[in-house]
């Protein structure tokens, strides 16, 4: 009988382990689980390119605007950026760069929203090209290429630094200057499954 009720015991405290261990390893899972931020470029213009305006002030001016749109959908998680690379180039290839701008870094908190606007004075760009294509009622293609290295911050730590990347997105401006809101799809390196099981099984040994 005294082995018995030892065996039963053992088993009793076993499933306790296995419940406890359980629970610990989903609370650090859903503790360390990220969702990457959401990005998106609008108020793209070009004014030299707005064939309703012909002054002479219109053509000479060779800027390029934008906004640049971060969310950070988390609601228990902030992000804290690095300074953020833009590259501007004309056509779908990296052959014309025509511009690059630097956001400085800066910290974004839980579910929060950051609109950063920015404009750089292009270099090389063909203007009488583009200028006769929109004229003619065709489009303008540009590329954006977008460059950064983040970092979570739960609870009171950062995690590591990942890359975070937009590659060869295209943005196409008509007669008025202008690009309509164009989503683009972010990529990075996060927390990998075999990366979070080994994170768990340190904490339980």
Not at 68 to 78: E, F, R, V
Not at 159 to 188: I, P, W
């Amino acid at each position: 009988m005294s082995d018995y009720g030892s065996d039963n015991t053992c088993c009793f405290h076993f499933t306790k382990f296995i419940l406890t261990a359980g629970l610990t390893a989903l609370f650090i899972w859903l503790s360390l689980r990220t969702t990457k931020p959401s990005c998106s470029l609008e108020n793209f213009y070009l004014p030299a390119l707005n064939i309703s305006d012909n002054s002479n002030t219109t053509r000479s001016n060779h800027t390029l605007s934008f906004q640049l749109n971060l969310n950070n959908k988390m609601k228990d998680k902030g992000v804290r950026y690095d300074d953020i690379k833009l590259s501007f180039f004309y056509g779908t290839n990296s052959s014309f760069p025509i511009g690059n701008y630097t956001v400085p870094g800066f910290y974004q908190g839980h579910d929060k929203k950051a609109q950063k606007k920015g404009m750089l004075e292009t270099q090389k760009m063909p203007w009488d090209a583009a200028l006769k294509m929109v004229s003619n009622g065709s489009i303008v293609v540009f590329r954006v290429d977008v460059a950064t290295r983040l970092s979570y911050k739960v609870l009171f730590w950062y995690t590591k630094r990942h890359n975070f990347t937009v590659e060869n997105k295209t943005m196409t401006v008509d007669g008025s200057g202008k690009s309509s809101a164009q989503q683009l799809h972010c990529y990075f390196m996060a927390f990998g499954f075999p990366l979070i099981v080994l994170f768990i099984l340190i904490l339980l040994l």
